[in-house]
Structure formats: C-alpha cells, structure tokens
C-alpha cells in the first residue's frame, strides 16, 4: 500500500513507541500517589510539560495535556464562552468541526476566506464587535493546507483591544488557534504567532491517537469542563495518561527538531507528484494556495470525475487518499472547506486530497502517479 493520507492519520514513530513502552507496564503508577515510585512518574509527566512548552516558547503551567484536539477545542471554545455569559465568538470558514460545531453552541459569526482559503482580514476586522471575546482561526487547513497568517490576524485583535480600552470596554479579546496540522512543518512558537490558545493533536505528528495540548496562556480564564481530582489546572480532571502524555512530547521534539530537513524533503515529493499529475491534466484544479500551503498538501479537482469512485478504484490499486477530513467523509457529507473557497458542485465532486508524510518516498510518488492517472481517465471515459 502507498499511503497518503497523512493528514488523516500518522503512524507512530518507532522512537515515539520506545519512550512510551515502559509507562505501561513497570512505570504504570498513578502520577497523583503519594509513593516514590510514583513521585518518578510525576516527574516523568512534569518533564513532558516542559518539553512542550519549549516548543511554544510557554511556561510549563500553561501546558494542558487533553485526549486529542477535540478535546482541546472544546475547552479553549467551551471554557471561554461559558466565562463570558451572552458574549460573541468567531470562528474561520474553514475550520475543523470541532470548532465549528462548539462555536455554533453561542452566538457566533462565520468569518469568510478568499479562493485561496486565507482569511478576508477586511471582512475579519468589520466583524469584530463589542461582544467579541473569541477568533478561532486555525493555523493550516487540514484539506487544503492553505496556512493562515496568524501574526496579521493578532494585529488586527491587537488594535480592536485598544479601541475597547479607549471606550472602557474590559471584555477581554482571544485569539485561538488549531495547529493540529502545522506541528510537523511550522514554527509553533506563540508570541511570533500572537495567539492566546493553541491546540496540538499527537496523532498528527507520528504521536499516538487520543493525545492532545492546549496551550493557555497566563491570564487567560477557562471555565473548566470536567471536575474531578483537579488535574491540569482543574481544566481536565482525570488521572493523567502517562504513556499517551510521554508519546506526545516525544512527537513534538522530534517533528519540531527534524521540521526543516521534512520540509525540504516532503515539499519536493509533493512538488513532484504535482508536476506528473497536472503533465497528464492541463485542467486539473489545484485547490488552496500555492505559495502559503503546507509542504505535504496536494488537494485537486478534476470537474466530472466522482471522487469517491476515484478513491475506491485508488484503495483497490494500494493507493490510499482521501476527499477531505476523514470525519466528514465518514459521514458523506459535502466538504465546507471547498465550498468556503468557492469550489464548484463538479469541483466539490471530483475532489482528491493527496497528503504525504515522513516515510513517504521517491518510488511511491512515481507508483501513486500513474495509479491516480489511469483511475482519473478510466472514469473520464
């Protein structure tokens, strides 16, 4: 099978299955237990924090460890909004539903994109009103990659801020973002980004499944969602998941660490299998933006080509794809991605999302080229 699906899932690396091997079964004790052997354990998850706040250039108390990004979205959004009774949040077109969804449980506003998928900052900056104390804007988009310039959308909360503070207006103005996708390829550091919240997801970044980060920054006050024995701040009450919160860390350092040569790497097979799929298509649509896109990301449309026969006829060839987030195909719905941008119905139809990833490698790209090609032509004709 070659796979290239990146986006959907990572596999975990075999360095990440090492660290996390003996938290589940000689180091398997209870972080919150009075023991010594215990207190190890403790220290384990401790380093682990700081280990990500590195990362996000943050304080170690202002890492909350959660089971996944939705989890982690459901707090920023849930804990903000729950704060803040009656108060206003807006979130990008283009987001995952797990923002999506938790905005649309308040009131909130939809803020639209241009046909590249980037923000309107115009429109943005008009719909910012008194009410406002959240922006969700995600960092990367997980279908077509298109990466948001987070530092523009920082400055224009930074001014609408000061503007409330000339009317006596103390609501306070958050920015949060999902990076779920970006920790492999862009720099996460929270005061270049101008962010408030950040949301990391393991299993993006060849960590294991259900592991997650919210970052909050400090002053920034969540109401918390879970109650129990008071874990990460009181956010997220439960005993820690220690081989998961280990596996995570380790991800993180080596993603971020190994995140330049990726680059060079991924971009150029990406590039590559762009180049021999638009040499047999003139026509095809490349979906998203070209020059601020995520190194891995290749979504196209061919208009009149059903992409979910396009994907099965793929799956029995040993090409693994998809059409957009998994989730949504899951559910056979249309994507909202390519409509925010404007895609046609025969574009949203055709669609193909082709994510490559660390252990993809020149051969797979050659093979994946002329598997996609003859599947495109045989429902052509």
Known sequence: MIYLDYAAATPVDERVV????????????????????????????EDARARVAHWIGAKPAEIIFTAGATESINVAINGVMRRHQGAEVLALATEHDAVLATAAQYTHKIIPVRKDGAIDLDAFKKMISDTTVLVSVGYANNEIGTIQNLRAVAEVVQEARHLRTLKNNILPLYVHTDASQAAAYLDLHASRLG???????????????QTGVLWVKGGVDLQPLTTGGGQERGLRSGTENVPGVIGLATALDIAQSERKETIVKVGALRDELQRRLQEAFP???????????????LH?????????????????HGVMA?????????????????????CSDAALQGSLRLTLGRFTAPEDIAQAATIIIAGVRELQN
């Open 322 to 342: 998809s059409t957009g987030a998994a989730c949504a195909a899951n559910k056979n719905t249309k994507s909202q991605v390519l409509f925010a941008i404007g």
């Open 195 to 209: 962010v408030d919240l950040l949301t990391l997801n393991g299993g993006k970044m060849y960590g294991p499944k």
């Open 300 to 316: 196209v449309s061919w208009p009149g080509v059903d992409g979910e026969r396009l994907l099965m006829l793929l799956d029995e």
């Open 18 to 45: 090492a660290a996390m091997q003996p938290y589940w079964t000689e180091l398997f004790y209870n972080p919150s237990s009075s023991t010594l052997a215990a207190k190890k354990i403790k220290a384990a998850v």
């Open 283 to 297: 026509n095809m649509v490349v979906n998203g933006s070209q020059k601020k896109r995520l190194p891995n990301n």
